[in-house]
């Protein structure tokens, strides 16, 4: 006893050990580049700095001054995982401000589009969120599970990647539903919901699983409300926003804002799951009353007009366009991402966690770097 | 076929770079290796994040201004011998991105990818089709597998 008390009190005072870690661009659970700076004491993550910028390629000013209908199809390019959402809410800011009617069977199919990529883009995540968790066989299952939407999007679009479906004033012809396109839609969405149930069962009931991610990176309420968080991620944490409710185009369908309450990766990855549910339920809704009549508008003027904006809920939270039309021409081209106003939340959840954590926290906030690298910061000289 | 080419050909490791496009093309590729429909790991063609220990290069996107020796960087550090592969429309001609007016090229964009480091096989498509990535892999194995 008296040997054992000598001895720590001989022993040093635990040195308290301050690194950074740099983590990219290029970075292996990362696919887009960008850079994550943890400042590290014994492992536990005192501070992060996310810093972008790597992959900017001046989109707007690339905008600014084509005709509207060429730039419509250009902010498809600004993402490759949600460029329906894009391009849908740059027609909507076209159709606001010349003020367009669209038909109804145009807007059930840009919903049934919509829907289908937030399902494609949440199974993204999905997959990704476990291959960084270390879970391959779940990693490879979403991904599996995943082709099929990714065939639905390219029976509908034509292109796996960029569909370019709306148009002003309706849709693409392409994108008509004929009763073959119907029913293999109907078929894919019922698979789905098949292989989702079964792994939202597996997901959930696993506590190997439950337990890695409980309780991690945890994004306060309070937090996620000052820094200004939107989306799937600011629902995780327990506010019931979703932009959805007040789009028009919305109107008709019967849908659930899914919130859960704790805002830790747990919440993060089952408020995905728990969405698609959601989406699919839109969609069977929209295919089973998709009306009758002609998808194009084509009785519209060019004007010009000013500065018009629109918010639309993307995959990943508040989406803005906005721009005013000068001689068919876009002008003051705006568009602001809702990965820019995440960041912080990423940082945020990276605080007080271990380091192996960090690019779990990170990733749990769905960022998506593409659309998000588009500030600029003009110097005068 | 060589002692050489024979275990070369068994262990084929392709890094990713993303040098600023869309996203599309990497998630298409990504999903060509990870996914169970594609599958490129059956013709024993590994993804790696490391480019020592690399073989096949496949670079997407414009590479932006940023990106430029970081790309650099990545092909001088994987050994010889090596293979690029540009996949995509922006890694073959700058895309939407670079000079859309046709008179003033963006200063942001420094592709199309051959302009900074020498390519050897090109997969064109916006965004590449998975069976093109499989193909593009393919037909830059024989510059792997017949290097002295």
């Known amino acids: ?381 | 076929m060589s002692l050489k080419s024979y275990s070369r050909a068994r262990a084929v490791h392709v890094m990713l770079v993303y040098t600023g496009g869309c996203n599309g093309c990497d998630i298409e590729i990504v999903n060509c290796v990870l996914s169970p429909r594609y599958d490129i790991e059956q013709y024993k063609i590994f993804l790696t994040w490391n480019p020592r220990e690399a073989d096949v290069l496949v670079v997407t996107g414009p590479v932006t201004r940023h990106n430029k020796e970081p790309l650099k960087a990545i092909y001088e550090a994987i050994p010889e011998p090596k293979a690029v592969i540009a996949a995509g429309a922006c890694a073959l001609m700058g895309g939407v991105y670079k000079n859309i007016h046709g008179d003033i090229p963006s200063e942001e964009i420094c592709g199309p990818v051959d302009e900074v480091i020498p390519v050897d096989a090109k997969v064109p498509g916006c965004a590449v089709r998975p069976e093109d990535v499989l193909a593009g892999a393919v037909a830059a194995l024989p510059l792997l597998l017949d290097a002295e």
């Open chain 1, 1 to 381: 006893m008296d040997e054992d008390n000598k001895m720590t009190d001989e022993t040093p005072k635990k040195q308290v050990i301050e690194t950074e870690v740099p983590l990219g661009p290029v970075h292996s659970a990362a696919i887009e580049p960008y850079r994550v700076r943890l400042f590290v004491e014994d492992e536990i993550v005192k501070d992060a700095e996310i810093t972008i910028g790597v992959n900017h390629r001046g989109i707007e000013r690339i905008m600014e001054g084509l005709p509207v209908e060429k730039a419509n199809s250009l902010t498809e390019k600004i993402c490759g995982i949600c460029s329906n959402i894009h391009i849908w809410n740059s027609v909507l800011v076209a159709e606001k401000a010349l003020e367009i009617d669209v038909p109804e069977r145009a807007q059930y199919i840009r919903i049934i589009m919509a829907e289908l990529e937030r399902l494609h883009s949440h199974l993204l995540y999905l997959a990704h969120g476990n291959e960084v968790l270390g879970h391959e066989t779940f990693s490879m299952r979403l991904f599996y599970i995943r082709e099929t939407v990714m065939e639905l999007l390219r029976m509908v679009g034509g292109n796996r990647v960029q569909y370019g479906v709306p148009v002003i004033g309706g849709i693409r012809p392409r994108a008509e539903l004929d009763q073959m396109k119907i029913q293999k839609i109907e078929d894919g969405i019922n698979f789905l919901e098949e292989k989702l149930s079964n792994f939202a069962e597996r997901f959930i009931s696993d506590p190997m699983i439950m337990s890695r991610i409980t309780g991690v990176g945890v994004i306060k309420k309070e937090d996620a409300l000052r820094l200004a968080v939107s989306g799937p991620t600011l629902r995780a944490t327990g506010v019931a926003v979703d932009l959805r409710r007040d789009m028009k185009e919305y109107d008709p369908f019967d849908f659930d804002v899914i919130t859960q309450d704790d805002g830790d990766i747990k919440s993060n990855l089952l408020m995905r799951v728990l969405e698609n549910f959601e989406s699919i339920k839109i969609i069977r809704q929209a295919i089973n009353h998709l009306p009758e009549g002609s998808i194009t508008n084509r009785s519209w003027e060019m004007q010009d007009t000013p500065i018009t904006k629109n918010y639309v809920e993307a995959p990943r939270g508040k989406l803005y366009h906005s721009y005013a039309l000068n001689d068919g021409r876009v002008r003051h081209c705006i568009i602001r991402t809702p990965s820019i106003t995440n960041i912080g939340a990423m940082e945020y959840a990276c605080i007080g966690c271990h380091i192996t954590d960090a690019q779990l926290a990170v990733v749990q906030c769905d960022p998506c770097f593409t659309c998000t690298d588009r500030a600029i910061q003009i110097i005068q000289l």
